[in-house]
């Protein structure tokens, strides 16, 4: 079993919907659990973190963890096509460990 | 801002040639860079950790004398890749957080897409 699992798509929606995205992971020793966009040939570039179990908002982006069903997930409300990217979760303990990323498509 | 600069962006080379990756803190210092792999459609992979002025650290699994790491200065660490064999071939990204931030804020650089012939 990975120590993080995230569903790499792809995902399609429309602009304007609302995007969930989501990870399960299995060391309940992770503490701080970040979301990170990355586009095409690009590295990564942190979204979000949360520390511990809660939600976070930032502007469009909401960040939810949970950490009694080791589930975290990333809402995008009012998704639009600049939010095309693969996001990837990733979580840390001491070192981080990244999901596989889900890749979204918003079509205009 | 938080810049991190790799270079080159893409290399191509030849089978059991070295390739030297260099990845730079532009505007802040690092005590300590990571060193990820990327395969298509699979998640970042931690190769090893490098400290400025000390031996890296490597994961289980990573040949230490296949990829060399130097972390010369507080602002450049180095990943060469010897003997390439086309297996090789990914995209190889680092990352640094500030000195005396958490290892979470963690500021990526653009990658290096190295492909072996």
């Known amino acids: 079993q990975k120590e993080v699992e995230q569903d790499p798509g792809p995902l399609s929606v429309p602009e304007g919907a609302i995007v969930s995205l989501n990870c399960t992971y299995s060391n309940s020793a992770f503490q701080y659990f970040m979301w990170y966009r990355q586009y095409s040939r690009k590295g990564p570039e942190l979204l979000m973190y949360?520390?511990?179990?809660g939600n976070k908002e930032d502007g469009r982006f909401t960040a939810q963890v949970d950490k009694s069903s080791k589930y975290i997930s990333l809402f995008i409300r009012d998704s639009q096509p600049s939010d095309s990217a693969t996001y990837l979760c990733?979580?840390?303990?001491?070192?981080?460990?990244f999901g596989a990323g889900t890749r979204l498509t918003v079509k205009p | 801002g938080a810049v991190v600069s790799q270079h080159p962006s893409r290399v191509i080379c030849k089978s059991g040639t070295s390739v030297k990756i260099e990845c730079r803190s532009l505007d802040f210092q690092a005590t300590t860079m990571f060193w990820y792999r990327q395969f298509p459609k699979q998640s970042l992979m931690l190769m090893a950790t490098?400290?400025?002025?000390?031996?890296?650290?490597?994961e289980q699994g990573v040949e230490k004398d296949k990829f060399l790491i130097n972390h010369a200065s507080l602002t450049l660490s180095t990943l060469t890749v010897t003997s390439a064999h086309p297996e090789d071939s990914s995209f190889y990204i680092c990352?640094?957080?500030?000195?005396?931030?958490?290892?979470?804020?963690?500021?990526f650089g653009p990658g290096t897409r190295l492909t072996v012939t």
């Open positions: 990733a979580m840390s303990e001491n070192d981080m460990r």
């Open positions: 949360t520390y511990s179990s």
């Open positions: 490098s400290n400025e002025g000390s031996k890296a650290t490597y």
């Open positions: 990352s640094a957080p500030k000195r005396d931030s958490p290892v979470y804020e963690q500021y």
